[in-house]
Nanobody, 119 residues
Framework: QVQLVESGGGLVQPGGSLRLSCAASGIFFSINAMGWYRQAPGKERELVAHISSGGITNIADSVKGRFTISRDNAKNMVYLQMNSLKPEDTAVYYC?????????????WGQGTQVTVSS
C-alpha cells in the first residue's frame, strides 16, 4: 500500500515561514513528478508547486519568489519551503505524486495538512 504523509503545517503569523514535508512509503519502483496543491475554504484545489523527477520546478505565480519546492529522491520525500507567508496562503496543503509500481504509474494524494496564516 503506497501512502503519502504530509507534516509541518500549523499556525504562523503573517511574514513567517513554514516547511512542509511529504514522505512516500510502501512498495514501489520509482517516483515521477511530485507536487503540492492547496485548497482554501470555498475554493477549488490549486497547484502550488511541481517538481519533476529530474528536479525541474514549476511554481504558481501567486507564490513565486516566496515558496520553494525540493525533493530528496533517496528518502522519497518532497518539501515545500514557504516564506513571507500571507493570510491568503491559508489552506489545506496536499502532497501529490505519480508513483511507478511494476509497469503502471498511479497518482496518489496525501491526507493534507492545515496551514493557517493569522496574527
Amino acid at each position: 500500500q503506497v501512502q503519502l504523509v504530509e507534516s509541518g503545517g500549523g499556525l504562523v503569523q503573517p511574514g513567517g515561514s513554514l516547511r512542509l514535508s511529504c514522505a512516500a512509503s510502501g512498495i514501489f519502483f520509482s517516483i515521477n513528478a511530485m507536487g503540492w496543491y492547496r485548497q482554501a475554504p470555498g475554493k477549488e484545489r490549486e497547484l502550488v508547486a511541481h517538481i519533476s523527477s529530474g528536479g525541474i520546478t514549476n511554481i504558481a505565480d501567486s507564490v513565486k519568489g516566496r515558496f520553494t519546492i525540493s525533493r530528496d529522491n533517496a528518502k522519497n520525500m518532497v518539501y515545500l519551503q514557504m516564506n513571507s507567508l500571507k493570510p491568503e496562503d491559508t489552506a489545506v496543503y496536499y502532497c501529490n505524486a505519480d508513483i511507478r509500481a511494476l509497469s503502471r504509474v498511479t497518482n496518489y494524494w496525501g491526507q493534507g495538512t492545515q496551514v493557517t496564516v493569522s496574527s
